[in-house]
């Protein structure tokens, strides 16, 4: 992995990174040369016992510009400079415009609960500089390059001391509100670990404490045992519609021997890794023949500094359609109770996702 650092003019970080070696001669460029006044808190919610954010700047964000003003794409024309410069690279990450958390963030409100600054960050993933691929369409040493990309980014925000854990995470498809097309993700890194990644490793940590042995590493060998929901499995990596899945089309992808973070991985898993997540995502656009959209989230261990072999890398996809033309809408129980109700079964939606014939030497077109 090549990687090269730049600062763009309105002072904001800019990471490019590249199977080749990237030329020293690029400049940063930006849509603005104001530096970011974004000045993000956190409220103290008593009920749940959970943080919420406060970011009202993020109204002014970027909403779906047209082709010819998509700032994700390489810069054109120097009068109208993008996110982006001109270069040959394969993946940017740069500091959010919009961020919901922010390193510099002071001074927060007083209010009738408790509040903070909100001292985390926010990092976009540009996975490529064509505006009309998908993960899909990624050749396998690119996606290669982009889990590598992701423990980079883990380490790197890790080292600061006020984050204590690290979120990559895809939204796809308007229907789970994306705001942009262009192929790209995100990264959280939160001062605090999360209500739901902290639930999950209190259950890995509780397992781990009984069994001496991961939580998820059981429930992969129980998937392979059952043999009824697995999408795709070589010897280091597996995709498989999990037995609890909460909505119809719900993917899981993990490396099959536990590993903590992104980090961790050696060359084969990430490459197993890479292959399931070109296999998971051809079949979704294959299914119905059209782009396919879910959100995508990488759960992985805090970055404490402290050892988790509790703690499972993986990735899980929340697709938002129950059938071809009907969306699954979180109401009354999912929102209110926090018990999903899913209205197909695992074993019959792993059917329709195994039939879907790809290969992952040869992108369909979408």
């Not at 229907?175 to 939160?190: C, K, M, N, W």
């Not at 059938?323 to 809408?329: G, M, V």
Request: hydrophobic fraction near 35%.
């Amino acid at each position: 992995m090549y990687s090269h650092k730049l600062l763009k003019p309105d002072g904001r970080k800019l990471k490019l990174y590249s199977r080749y070696p990237i030329t020293s001669q690029l400049e940063a460029t930006s849509p603005s040369n104001e530096p970011v006044q974004a000045n993000p808190h956190l409220r103290w919610h008593p009920l749940r016992g959970e943080w919420v954010a406060y970011a009202s700047h993020r109204q002014g964000r970027t909403f779906m510009p047209p082709p010819e003003y998509n700032p994700l794409a390489p810069t054109t024309n120097p009068e109208f400079p993008t996110e982006l410069p001109q270069g040959k690279y394969d993946v940017a990450v740069f500091d959010n415009r919009f961020p919901s958390m922010t390193p510099t963030a002071n001074n927060p409100p007083d209010t009738i609960v408790e509040t903070l600054p909100a001292n985390g960050a926010c990092e976009v993933v540009v996975f490529t500089q064509d505006a009309r691929a998908s993960l899909s369409s990624l050749e396998l040493d690119h996606l290669d390059l982009l889990l590598e990309v992701w423990g980079d980014r883990t380490r790197e925000l890790g080292l600061n001391p006020q984050i204590q854990y690290v979120l990559p995470f895809e939204n796809k498809g308007v229907e789970v509100g994306v705001t942009l097309h262009h192929p790209h993700g995100q990264i959280y890194a939160y001062p605090f670990i999360p209500p739901v990644p902290a639930r999950m490793l209190s259950m890995q940590q509780e397992y781990y404490e009984k069994h001496r042995r991961g939580l998820l590493q059981d429930l992969i060998q129980k998937e392979i045992a059952d043999n009824r929901r697995i999408i795709y499995q070589d010897e280091y990596a597996i995709a498989f519609v999990p037995v609890c899945a909460r909505y119809p089309y719900e993917v899981w992808i993990a490396p099959k021997e536990p590993v903590s973070t992104f980090m961790d991985l050696t060359p084969e898993q990430r490459w197993g890794l890479a292959k399931a997540l070109k296999t998971v995502t051809l079949k979704y656009d294959g299914l119905w023949n059209r782009p396919f959209p879910y959100l995508m989230a990488w759960f992985q261990a805090p970055t404490d500094g402290l050892a988790h072999p509790e703690a499972h890398l993986h990735a899980e996809f929340f697709p938002p359609y129950r059938t071809s033309e009907r969306l699954k809408y979180l109401a009354g129980t999912e929102l209110a109770a926090g018990m999903f109700a899913n209205d197909a079964l695992p074993e019959e939606k792993a059917k329709e996702l195994q039939a879907v014939v790809v290969n992952i030497e040869e992108p369909i077109s979408v």
